[in-house]
């Protein structure tokens, strides 16, 4: 008698808590945005599509606190005083520009994998501002570094590393795709603590030379000790643009494939008609040519627009109680922005799911900007790197055009542009592409096939593009405060 006794006063307890529970549900849900009504302890977690959960995570993307705003500043003064966005960076894009220029001209018109071979170009650049460095096409390293970026963006985009983020307290514990993702960050963790140990053989405090360089000089001002008896996942911690570049080097690539489609071939001709106007076939493309360009500026928006390379942003966190449309969102609620409602918005961009550069033309064929257009998120969350993005696109892809005519292997028109995976991101598919030089034009209609070597770049071209000195300091200081 006495265990049915306590068996009720068990089940009236849990019957009491769960009756609790959905009153306080009920409360809390009053005057909230529409959406499924969360179960007790389980919460939303059945109605979540594991296909479009952002990846939660700490770092300059994803710290929520002084140590994020600290680490953005500091990182946004040094990119500042190396040229991000002026020309400093335009000189390093073009350089690198000249390089993969010659790389493609090697492939003979052959079909080719873009994903290392376009993908190296920006690669290079980051690598130059981080490291001060640059890697040949054919390197192994940066062939293996790229490598598991594609890996672990894809990864990210699964369902798996979806509900692993959801609930990696209980999952990290089991078998499955989160081992791999975790194996390759401490890889890529590994070779930035190298690349560390290697500047500190050489540092300069007076002239660093590069992000890596300007950090060691902070970190000593701040610490006050030896950077030698710093602790190890100092360093495994320093350059925080290399996920941002990874996503241009993605960019990069998907614009090549994105210009094998029908309609880009029009689009070509339009493309290749500025290009000569504007540029010429031997100077190399520069930044203040946007101004006259206005086509390519468009097809450049265009395709940041299209691809939706991040469709759902990264996590933000209300700082004070807001009124948004007649719903009141509660301080420290966790909201995912929906970029591609306003990059697929219909009124803004007629029929968004086409490739269309008048998306960003006006009636006069000038270029008009959209304040639709956040394809790098807004506000102080924005990508540091976007000014970066957008330059390299403009200049490596007008440079591209400026010496070659992209041609598919198979009939444009039946080409899939559907992404392999989206989850964090829109994973592009593989493919592969020729390149045809444009001063063979007898050749223009072919692809496969043996293909005579084409001359090398010379003249203006290689003028302009001479090597970077490898002993080039900052021109301002940084400080963190």
């Not at 594609?150 to 990290?172: A, C, H, K, V």
């Not at 006006?362 to 506000?379: T, V």
């Not at 440079?399 to 292997?409: G, M, R, T």
Request: charged letters at 25%.
């Amino acid at each position: 008698m006495a265990a049915l006794g306590i068996t009720v006063a068990l089940l009236v307890w849990m019957v009491s808590l769960l009756v609790i529970s959905f009153w306080r549900q009920i409360l809390s849900s009053w005057n909230l945005p529409p959406g499924p009504f969360p179960l007790p302890i389980v919460g939303n977690f059945f109605s979540v599509d594991l296909k479009d959960v952002p990846k939660l995570k700490q770092g300059i993307i994803f710290n929520n606190s002084h140590t994020w705003r600290d680490i953005r500043r500091f990182s946004l003064s040094i990119l500042r005083d190396h040229g991000m966005g002026k020309q400093g960076n335009e000189e390093r894009i073009q350089r690198e520009a000249r390089f993969l220029v010659e790389e493609l001209r090697k492939t003979q018109g052959q079909p080719f994998d873009p994903t290392f071979l376009i993908g190296c170009a920006p690669c290079n650049v980051i690598a130059d501002i981080l490291f001060n460095r640059r890697f040949d096409y054919n390197d192994r390293t940066v062939h293996r570094l790229m490598r598991l970026f594609n890996e672990d963006f894809y990864l990210l985009s699964t369902p798996w590393l979806q509900l692993y983020n959801i609930s990696s307290g209980y999952l990290r514990f089991l078998p499955g795709s989160h081992r791999k993702l975790l194996k390759n960050v401490s890889e890529i963790k590994q070779y930035t603590l190298e690349k560390a140990k290697e500047h500190l053989q050489s540092l300069d405090l007076n002239c660093p030379r590069d992000v890596t360089d300007c950090l060691l000089v902070e970190m000593e001002k701040v610490s006050g000790i030896e950077l030698m008896r710093l602790p190890r996942y100092t360093f495994m911690k320093m350059p925080p643009q290399w996920p941002f570049q990874w996503n241009i080097s993605r960019t990069s690539e998907f614009a090549s494939y994105l210009l094998q489609m029908d309609l880009i071939h029009i689009l070509a001709e339009k493309l290749h008609e500025e290009i000569d106007r504007v540029i010429g076939p031997s100077r190399v493309p520069a930044v203040k040519d946007r101004l006259e360009m206005p086509y390519m500026d468009a097809v450049v928006h265009e395709i940041q627009r299209f691809i939706n390379l991040i469709p759902s942003n990264f996590p933000h966190e209300v700082t004070r109680d807001i009124m948004f449309r007649g719903y009141r969102i509660p301080k420290g609620t966790v909201v995912v922005p929906a970029l591609d409602s306003l990059l697929y918005d219909r009124q803004e961009f007629p029929e968004p799911d086409k490739f269309k550069p008048e998306h960003f033309l006006n009636e006069n064929g000038k270029f008009k900007y959209s304040d639709y257009f956040k394809p790098f998120s807004a506000g102080k969350r924005v990508c540091v790197g976007e000014g970066l993005a957008r330059m390299e696109l403009f200049l490596l892809l007008s440079a591209i055009l400026q010496h070659f005519n992209l041609k598919s292997l198979v009939d444009p028109a039946a080409i899939d542009l559907t992404p392999i995976a989206v989850g964090l991101g829109s994973v592009p598919p593989h493919y592969k592409l020729c390149v045809i030089p444009r001063s063979d034009c007898k050749r223009r209609d072919q692809c496969l096939g043996d293909s005579p070597q084409s001359p090398s770049v010379s003249g203006r071209w290689a003028v302009q593009v001479d090597e970077l000195d490898q002993r080039k300091c900052f021109q301002k200081s940084v400080s963190m405060q």
